[in-house]
């Protein structure tokens, strides 16, 4: 473990060591206490898995109250009563059936587009492109790019992706896949899909076309690579697609109600938070990608500035400075995480300048 100031070891000894070592995993998961905890998982060549806990100690300094951000700003959820279950998942988690995309069936009618691609192919290009085993499509933008997905057959409504990455090269597959606000680490050793299933809410809002964002690549020269994209679908009539509007609305805008037995403790409630309209998850979207391009145009400008500032543009620089790094205290998205570190590269004249000023204010966990 690397803290500020101290590198910290622990020694696993693994016995017995008859067995080979095949491959190893470490995890960090929440424990009975609520705490979490790091396992290492170890593959062994005759088939038998050994797990050994690591010390708290020595792995817990990065989920410290003195590093993670605490948000500042109040929910704008209401909030509603609910009875504490005891089936050990949080209130409101989602979850899909193990057999999600066995009722669905692949959508061959669709558009890709947007403008980051649009600059490099056409429509009919990205298609083929995503479609066509060895083929894939490629951007440069630094901060990653965002794909937009038209839906051409009004009988079928879109309720999943699946996204192929790493098969060209693991080192330029995208950090992360983002679709409605979830983001989806995509942490690639080698070729693999990655299944970005819909709820009912999402799929709603998916009638015409939906927006994926996906995340800068660890390659150095900037180059992001995707595959391979299959869309899925139901008929509207499998899916349950409301006749009219005000369905849709009443559907997307139904609060999740208190669900109390006879004679319940009060103290037995905890608050959940009420399920987002179609309209807010909406406008949630456009102000992170306004943000988002405000911030890809202030890391453009200071970037053709350079080091020649007049000493107006010597004060913006700091008050752009002092904004990104608020912004990145914050619990924004993984897009506009993205955009605000580049800002704040492009604010420093050195790399060694902008490494010590994450140093010196803790900015660690985003970096």
Known sequence: MLKPDTILVQEIKVIPAKAKIMDMVAIRHPSSNSDHRTTLILLCEDGSLRIYMAAMEQTGFWLSSSVQPISTIPSSKPTKKKKVTKSGKPAGAVTFPVDFFEHCQVMNDVEYGGNDLLQIYNTQQIKHRLNTTGMYVVSTKPAGF??????????????????????????????????????????????????????????????????????????????????????????????????????????????????????????????????????????????????????????????????????????????????????????????????????????????????SYKVHHKLFTHF
């Not at 990655?194 to 927006?211: C, G, M, N, V």
């Open 146 to 355: 965002n794909l937009e997905i038209a839906n051409q057959d009004n009988s079928l409504v879109i309720t999943a992706l699946r996204v192929l990455l790493g098969t060209q090269d693991s080192q330029r597959a995208p950090s992360y896949v983002e679709v409605f606000g979830r983001s989806v680490q995509t942490n690639v050793a080698r070729n693999r899909w990655f299944d970005l299933p819909f709820t009912r809410d999402e799929s709603l809002q998916a009638d015409k076309k939906i927006t994926v964002t996906f995340g800068p690549s660890q390659d150095p020269e900037g180059v992001t690579m995707v595959d391979s994209i299959k869309v899925y679908g139901k008929t509207k009539d499998a899916f349950g697609w409301p006749e009219e509007t005000e369905d849709l609305a009443s559907t997307s805008a139904a609060p999740v109600q208190a669900t109390t037995g006879v004679g319940a403790d009060a103290d037995n409630l905890v608050a959940t938070p009420v399920q987002l309209t179609s309209l807010d998850r909406e406008c949630n979207e456009c102000s992170h990608r306004m943000v988002s391009g405000v911030l890809e145009v202030l890391d453009g400008c200071f970037t053709l500035f350079g080091n020649t500032m007049e000493e107006s543009k010597l004060a913006q620089r700091g008050t752009a400075v002092e904004v990104a790094t608020r912004l990145l205290t914050l619990p924004t998205p993984m897009s506009v995480q993205v955009h605000t570190k580049c800002l704040l590269a492009a604010l420093h004249t050195t790399k060694i300048s902008y490494h």
